[in-house]
């Protein structure tokens, strides 16, 4: 797969995986205030993001010799 497409599914994939999860985690209280469930959301978000943007710039490092 070259770099581009990688760098494309990169940019996408890591956030809605996150949008995901966070709606996932948000479904049981839908009927609840909206103040928690945005809060709940909005870390869980932050969190897959951050954590999957290093794992990201790994998988994208020319160095690879997997190519």
Do not use: E, Y
């Not at 581009?4 to 609840?32: E, H, K, Q």
């Not at 928690?36 to 010799?65: N, R």
């Amino acid at each position: 797969m070259n770099r581009s497409l990688r760098l494309v599914l990169a940019a996408l994939g890591v956030p809605a995986l996150s949008a995901l999860a966070a709606t996932l985690v948000c479904w049981p209280i839908r009927d609840g205030p909206l103040g928690p469930q945005l809060l709940i959301f909005g870390l869980i978000l932050a969190t897959g993001i951050s954590a999957g943007l290093p794992a990201c710039l790994h998988w994208l490092d020319p160095d690879k010799s997997d190519d």
